[in-house]
């Protein structure tokens, strides 16, 4: 093993190397990154020149992480590859020297760990690469798009008409992307007999059912004696996972798990029971010829999706003598939700906020840094407060700062704090912000305003989780959870050099978009009646009614000022309102604060700009490809040479193929 570098970087954790493989067509800079991630001990699995090589190598060495060059050998481009990748839920870094908006907004669909620009330095690579490892590690994201995947696969098989055994190999291959297993387990418990059905993963996409005359003839037992050492095992009751130690011990309470361990080679294994009708338990038992396989991750997206489990049981086994159906099951377990419960002062029952309250409880248990994303009114404030609410530092401090409003020449100070005699004017030790928050949560409202100098401190910060108070001595651990929010386009501000890279991946390892007002229109009503109520109370007197014409008035603007503006009108409207009704709505300050965008006029486009749109659809629709069969050539009927001379003609540039 190779000595680590001396800038600090360490590609190392619990005694294995990282392993990348890097994607670019270029034999000298696919050379000098080789040389920069084995000299900070990273392994390099290979390296590929196409998307063809690339998806060969990625099925072979399995690597952790990719680098990835944008233009690539071949008819497919790196962007294309970059999907792919997101699908197997394997990270990727951009390295590229093209870096226009063009190229950045493509590449950014793809949700990359990074991107790093030709000529690159060690140093670059490095950061980027160690933010890339960071996120993901810590980043839910990755766990929420599993979790909607895996959603997605057993609704359709609970939609479909499979028969019991044609579901369960499709549940287990539904399973199989999300929880890996080798021989998966399922079925009721019962006390007198095994009943469960197994499956055993052959190859790639090859399994076979497991029976009890099956695992008989596998294990050269009577059945009779394995319904005897079934009888004889302990019944889980609740998810648990076996791993080294824990798996010796429950072989030993359980004989029935020995046995299928011993047979199929097993070192780990994860229990799921599901309780049906609250009389019976469904145990779904995911084994791995691996140690270690399962995590707490796996358990979270096993209990999320518990409710549909216990409806694709009652649709599988509808047919035989349970006592339950689908539609039973579905209607026993469900539950209405009330939106709002530990989300005070956050007002919404449209799709949308119900999305941001799914996100904000996801998040809320966990340490994980979080950037609050969207206009300018749309309560990101709120969001923070209740993410930390709902957080197990609730009972700590929630310290907010507005990035916007600090002075540059204080900023250091207000946030560290500063020792007596620091500067001219430090009389007394000033505690910062960071400090005062410690143990609880820190939310930096408007971070995209944060100066460039003071970006690079909160860096080390996320980075070293400790602080050093200005005139100090010696850094300070602290623990603080960041939550950032901002209402710029951060991707752009990188791209202009006023916001740090390395700072906005380590502050976008979850991100939460909260939706201006004119998309979520229907929480127009609970969102005025609200205002009119916490209004009508300060002023001391009876709450007006909203009339069904100033309903209408409000649900029809555009809300350009969002929640804030409809506030604001809100407590003008009682002012104006003598009465008990509010008759109408005085919208036209506002209209003239913020006026409707203009409508884009009518254009004509030319017969070149028609051709140029045509044949980049075309080119898009065949991944690029030009000459052969399915290639744009021959749906377009002309020549290759034809069409490469229209592409040169028309500036049709590789990257936005």
Same mark, same amino acid.
């Given at each position: 093993m190779k000595n680590s570098p001396d800038n600090g970087y360490e590609a190392v954790a619990s005694g294995l190397k990282k392993r990348i493989l890097i994607v670019e067509d270029q034999f000298i800079e696919a050379h000098d990154l080789q040389l920069i991630l084995e000299k900070a001990n990273y392994e390099v699995v290979g390296i590929a020149r196409s998307v063809e090589q690339? %998806?060969?190598?990625?099925?072979?060495?399995?690597?952790?992480? !990719?680098?990835?060059?944008?233009?690539l050998k071949g008819n497919r481009n790196g962007i294309e590859l970059a999907y792919i990748l997101k699908e197997k839920y394997i990270g990727f870094i951009f390295i590229s020297a093209n870096s226009s908006k063009s190229i950045l907004d493509q590449a950014k669909t793809t949700q990359p760990y990074g991107f790093i620009v030709k000529p690159f330095r060690d140093q670059d690579v490095l950061t980027t690469l160690e933010i890339a490892f960071y996120r993901q590690q810590y980043s839910l994201e990755s766990q929420l798009i599993q979790q909607f995947q895996l959603q997605k696969g057993i609704t359709e098989i609970i939609n479909s008409n499979l028969k019991k055994e044609e579901a369960l190999l499709a549940f287990a291959k539904a399973a199989q992307t999300f929880i890996p297993f080798d021989y998966l387990e399922m079925g009721f418990v019962t006390s007198t007999h095994y009943d469960n059905?197994? =499956?055993?993963?052959?190859?790639? *996409?090859?399994?076979? /059912? !497991?029976? %009890?005359?099956?695992?008989?003839? =596998?294990?050269?037992?009577?059945e009779r004696e394995i319904n005897?050492?079934?009888? #004889?095992? #302990?019944? *889980?009751? @609740?998810? =648990?996972?076996?791993?080294?130690?824990?798996?010796?011990?429950?072989?030993?309470?359980a004989p029935i798990k020995a046995l299928i361990a011993h047979?199929?080679?097993?070192?780990? $294994?994860? !229990? +799921?029971?599901?309780? &049906?009708?609250? /009389?019976?338990? $469904?145990? +779904?038992?995911f084994y791995s010829r691996n140690l270690n396989v399962y995590s707490q991750e796996h358990l979270r997206i096993l209990n999320s999706l518990e409710l549909l489990f216990r409806q694709f049981i009652a649709k599988i086994y509808a047919k035989e003598d349970l006592g339950l159906s689908p539609k039973k099951a579905e209607s026993k377990n469900v539950k209405p939700v009330n939106t709002q419960e530990g989300f005070e002062g956050i007002i919404g029952n449209s799709s949308q906020m119900n999305t941001v309250f799914n996100y904000i409880r996801k998040v809320s248990a966990s340490d994980t840094s979080v950037l609050v994303l969207g206009e300018s009114g749309t309560g990101k404030e709120k969001i923070a407060q209740s993410i930390h609410a709902l957080s197990p530092r609730k009972d700590k401090p929630l310290v907010i700062i507005n990035c916007g409003a600090i002075p540059e020449n204080l900023a250091e100070s207000l946030l560290f704090g500063h020792e007596k005699g620091a500067f001219t004017g430090a009389l007394d030790r000033r505690i910062g912000k960071f400090e005062m928050a410690d143990g609880g949560t820190i939310f930096l409202d408007e971070i995209g305003e944060m100066s460039l100098e003071l970006q690079v401190k909160l860096l080390r910060v996320?980075?070293?989780?400790? /602080? @050093?108070?200005?005139?100090?001595?010696?850094?300070?651990k602290i623990d603080v959870r960041i939550i950032a929010a901002t209402n710029k386009n951060l991707e752009e501000e990188v791209a202009a050099g006023r916001f740090r890279m390395d700072l906005y991946y380590r502050l976008h390892v979850f991100p939460i978009m909260v939706p201006p007002l004119k998309k979520r229109k229907e929480d127009i009503p609970d969102l005025a009646n609200h205002f009119i109520a916490v209004y009508s109370e300060k002023m001391g007197r009876k709450a007006p009614i909203l009339s069904d014409a100033a309903l209408q008035q409000i649900m029809n603007y555009n809300w350009p000022g969002n929640i804030r503006e409809l506030e604001h009108v809100m407590q003008r409207a009682i002012l104006l309102t003598d009465?008990? !009704? &509010?008759?109408? /709505?005085?919208?036209?300050?506002?209209?003239?604060?913020?006026? @409707?965008?203009?409508? @884009?006029? +009518?254009? &004509?486009?030319? &017969?070149?700009?028609?051709?140029?749109? $045509? =044949?980049?659809?075309?080119? #898009?629709?065949?991944?690029g490809k030009i000459s052969g069969a399915g290639g744009a050539a021959e749906i377009l009927d002309i020549h290759p040479s034809t069409l490469n001379s229209k592409i040169k003609k028309l500036e049709i540039k590789k990257g936005i193929i």
């Open positions: 690339a %998806l060969e190598q990625i099925e072979v060495e399995k690597p952790d992480l !990719v680098f990835l060059d944008i233009m059905l197994g =499956i055993v993963r052959r190859n790639l *996409d090859q399994y076979q /059912i !497991v029976n %009890l005359q099956k695992l008989s003839q =596998i294990s050269e037992l009577p005897e050492t079934y009888r #004889k095992s #302990k019944v *889980d009751k @609740e998810p =648990i996972i076996y791993s080294e130690e824990a798996l010796i011990n429950n072989l030993q309470e047979n199929f080679g097993i070192k780990s $294994y994860l !229990v +799921f029971p599901v309780s &049906i009708a609250a /009389i019976q338990s $469904y145990h +779904f038992t996320l980075q070293e989780r400790e /602080i @050093e108070r200005v005139g100090g001595i010696s850094p300070m009465g008990n !009704v &509010i008759k109408e /709505i005085e919208l036209s300050m506002s209209s003239k604060i913020h006026p @409707e965008p203009a409508q @884009e006029s +009518f254009s &004509i486009k030319t &017969i070149l700009e028609n051709e140029r749109d $045509y =044949i980049l659809y075309i080119l #898009k629709k065949c991944n």
